[in-house]
């Protein structure tokens, strides 16, 4: 493992937590005036900025539009200063593509589209800094952005990656333990209904460990999913007592 | 760029303040509105710094990394700038959209540190001809809510202020083979002077009068402007006109004697929060986007 313990005897990782921790979650809503909605969120020390706008008429061409349900527009960007290397171009590389075009999978599976036939919604997500699990840290930016305006969903999305090391599931992977090789897995889920609505893995695993993987990354992603409801919560909280009406909230 | 369609009711309204120098935020024409900053947001930068005006929301990162000296300057480092206008400022700018602001905007940013007395690229020369350092100036906008340009340089201002480069060593061994040592204290490290780095001012030609620090609907109104870089001596580094509209020499010379007046009392008020923003060293608490 690279000379490199990723978990010691003791069974801590390099910063301490334990193989089932997550880091440590901040977040924001409503930080932007002129979007419909946004959201910030600091997962340890991966930044991410989401904004919504829409649903609205679709833009550019007609042939987008979809008769039944809106169409999700995604775009996946990072800040070339975000990593520890500096980017040379923040999106249209080959991995921000396909993270945008995992981020469109997720929430067409999540927002009611339905609802919304003939139109648009667009989401846009922003690394700010990156240290690991950087599609998970956009989806659940991405998730408070779209409750954010307003926009009905089935459920929260809440993503958490997790990976494999010396025969432990260890979740919410910081860069270091990104690097190290092993095999990563990447779960969006929505949590009240237990429904995968993403589900990636690279590298390779023993089928056998890869229940135990997958249980440790649903677990992590309903405490992601306790966090955002509690911030959420919160955040109503304070809006509602700021239009005067303190509600039942 | 993000605009607003004003009709001709409002811009009379927002026109006749400006007449009898009261905006309709309350400020007079020469008043910026509250500027926000805040340095070291993003740790994986050299220097980073975030800057707020009204609704106007722009992050800087500084990079520094090893490069080779230009072969028409062998003794000097150089600096790159970088403007991103993400999607999350308006959706016009999504995939390509934002990239002709940017290079325009990055243009601008060229020239106006395109002088001796802006940066010390001297001193971010570690071998002449060799290895120098390059620091790539990557901003990046998050909402444009009008006065991008002032905004830009405030923040580029204070994220070069933040910014620490470590000092590295040249060794040389018996034979002439140079190395490169780098220190292994990360808090040995060498900071720019930025006396010299210039502000832009963006002087709004509305009516009769220029106003400085233009919201998006008194940028609507207005049909031309001047852009004055000005650094905190007073010198002027470049200027611009900019819009539509034309503007006759007197008052190109009037908007001038404002900008730099404006930009002085700016770079004062700049460097003394930036002052006591490091003061407080580690006990400050770092509020990034967290309200």
């Given at each position: 493992?690279?000379g490199l313990?990723?978990?010691?005897?003791?069974?801590?990782?390099?910063?301490?937590r334990?193989?089932?921790?997550?880091?440590?979650?901040?977040c924001?809503?409503?930080?932007?005036?002129?979007?419909?909605g946004s959201a910030?969120?600091?997962?340890?020390?991966?930044?991410a900025l989401?904004?919504?706008?829409?649903?609205?008429?679709?833009?550019?061409?007609?042939?987008?539009t979809?008769?039944?349900r809106?169409?999700?527009?995604?775009?996946?960007?990072?800040?070339?200063?975000?990593?520890?290397?500096?980017?040379?171009?923040?999106h249209?590389?080959?991995k921000s593509?396909e993270?945008?075009i995992?981020?469109?999978q997720?929430f067409?599976a999540?927002?009611?589209?339905?609802?919304?036939?003939?139109?648009?919604?667009?989401?846009?997500?922003?690394?700010?800094q990156?240290?690991?699990g950087?599609?998970?840290?956009c989806?659940?930016?991405?998730?408070?952005a779209?409750?954010?305006?307003?926009?009905?969903m089935?459920?929260?999305?809440?993503?958490?990656?997790?990976?494999?090391?010396?025969?432990?599931?260890?979740?919410?992977l910081?860069?270091?333990?990104?690097a190290a090789g092993?095999?990563?897995?990447?779960?969006?889920?929505?949590?009240k209904?237990d429904?995968?609505?993403l589900?990636?893995?690279?590298?390779?695993?023993?089928e056998d460990?890869?229940?135990?993987?997958?249980?440790?990354a649903?677990?992590a992603?309903?405490d992601v999913?306790?966090?955002l409801d509690q911030?959420?919560?919160?955040?109503?909280?304070?809006v509602t007592?700021?239009?005067?009406?303190?509600?039942?909230a | 760029?993000a605009?607003?369609?004003?009709?001709?009711?409002?811009?009379v309204y927002?026109?006749?303040?400006?007449?009898?120098?009261?905006?309709?935020?309350?400020?007079?024409?020469?008043?910026?509105?509250?500027?926000?900053v805040?340095?070291?947001?993003?740790?994986?930068t050299?220097?980073?710094?975030?800057?707020?005006?009204?609704?106007t929301d722009?992050?800087?990162?500084?990079?520094?990394?090893?490069?080779?000296?230009?072969?028409?300057?062998?003794?000097?480092?150089?600096?790159?700038?970088?403007v991103?206008?993400?999607?999350?400022?308006t959706?016009?700018?999504e995939?390509?959209?934002?990239?002709?602001?940017?290079?325009e905007?990055?243009n601008?940013l060229?020239?106006?540190f395109d002088?001796?007395s802006?940066v010390?690229l001297?001193?971010?020369c570690?071998?002449?001809?060799?290895?120098c350092?390059?620091?790539?100036?990557?901003?990046?906008?998050?909402?444009?809510?009008?006065?991008?340009f002032?905004?830009?340089?405030?923040?580029?201002?204070?994220?070069?202020f933040?910014?620490?480069?470590p000092?590295?060593?040249v060794l040389?061994?018996?034979?002439?083979?140079?190395?490169?040592?780098?220190?292994?204290?990360?808090?040995?490290c060498?900071?720019?002077?930025?006396?010299?780095?210039?502000?832009?001012?963006t002087?709004?030609?509305?009516?009769?009068?220029?106003?400085?620090?233009?919201?998006?609907q008194?940028?609507?109104?207005?049909?031309?402007?001047?852009?004055?870089a000005?650094?905190?001596k007073?010198?002027?580094?470049c200027?611009?006109?900019?819009?539509?509209?034309s503007?006759?020499?007197?008052?190109?010379?009037?908007?001038i004697?404002?900008?730099?007046?404006?930009?002085?009392?700016?770079?004062?008020?700049?460097?003394?929060?930036?002052?006591?923003?490091?003061?407080?060293?580690?006990?400050?608490?770092k509020?990034?986007?967290?309200?």
């Amino acid at each position: 493992m690279a000379g490199l313990e990723l978990l010691s005897d003791e069974g801590f990782r390099q910063d301490g937590r334990k193989p089932g921790e997550l880091r440590k979650i901040q977040c924001r809503m409503g930080v932007f005036a002129q979007a419909d909605g946004s959201a910030y969120i600091e997962q340890g020390n991966t930044k991410a900025l989401a904004v919504v706008y829409g649903p609205h008429e679709v833009r550019g061409s007609r042939s987008k539009t979809l008769h039944d349900r809106a169409v999700v527009n995604c775009q996946y960007s990072m800040a070339t200063f975000s990593t520890g290397e500096r980017k040379r171009r923040p999106h249209g590389d080959r991995k921000s593509s396909e993270l945008t075009i995992h981020l469109k999978q997720t929430f067409e599976a999540a927002i009611l589209t339905q609802l919304y036939p003939r139109s648009q919604i667009d989401i846009y997500v922003q690394i700010l800094q990156a240290d690991g699990g950087n599609y998970c840290t956009c989806v659940n930016a991405a998730t408070l952005a779209v409750i954010d305006a307003g926009i009905p969903m089935r459920d929260y999305v809440c993503a958490c990656s997790a990976g494999f090391i010396e025969d432990t599931p260890l979740v919410d992977l910081s860069y270091i333990e990104e690097a190290a090789g092993g095999p990563q897995l990447a779960l969006a889920l929505l949590p009240k209904s237990d429904q995968i609505a993403l589900l990636e893995m690279n590298s390779r695993l023993h089928e056998d460990h890869l229940e135990r993987v997958m249980d440790a990354a649903s677990k992590a992603c309903k405490d992601v999913y306790a966090v955002l409801d509690q911030a959420v919560r919160e955040h109503l909280q304070e809006v509602t007592a700021l239009l005067g009406d303190q509600g039942s909230a | 760029m993000a605009s607003v369609v004003l009709s001709e009711a409002e811009k009379v309204y927002i026109l006749h303040g400006v007449q009898d120098d009261l905006r309709t935020d309350g400020r007079g024409c020469e008043d910026y509105r509250v500027i926000e900053v805040e340095t070291d947001v993003v740790s994986n930068t050299t220097g980073s710094a975030r800057v707020k005006i009204g609704h106007t929301d722009v992050l800087v990162g500084v990079k520094a990394e090893m490069g080779t000296p230009k072969l028409d300057r062998p003794g000097e480092g150089y600096v790159e700038f970088f403007v991103d206008c993400s999607a999350n400022a308006t959706p016009e700018f999504e995939g390509r959209g934002g990239e002709e602001l940017g290079t325009e905007i990055s243009n601008m940013l060229y020239k106006i540190f395109d002088n001796q007395s802006s940066v010390d690229l001297e001193s971010l020369c570690i071998l002449p001809r060799e290895h120098c350092w390059v620091l790539y100036i990557d901003v990046l906008l998050l909402e444009c809510g009008g006065n991008l340009f002032d905004t830009i340089t405030i923040c580029i201002k204070a994220a070069l202020f933040n910014t620490r480069i470590p000092k590295v060593n040249v060794l040389e061994d018996d034979e002439g083979a140079k190395e490169i040592e780098l220190s292994d204290d990360p808090y040995d490290c060498m900071r720019l002077n930025v006396e010299g780095v210039p502000c832009i001012v963006t002087l709004n030609k509305i009516g009769h009068r220029h106003v400085v620090d233009a919201t998006l609907q008194e940028e609507a109104c207005s049909l031309a402007s001047v852009l004055v870089a000005v650094n905190m001596k007073g010198t002027l580094t470049c200027m611009r006109k900019m819009g539509k509209g034309s503007l006759d020499p007197e008052s190109i010379f009037e908007m001038i004697g404002t900008g730099k007046r404006v930009a002085k009392s700016l770079h004062v008020s700049l460097q003394s929060v930036l002052n006591q923003e490091e003061s407080m060293g580690k006990k400050r608490q770092k509020i990034g986007f967290l309200r």
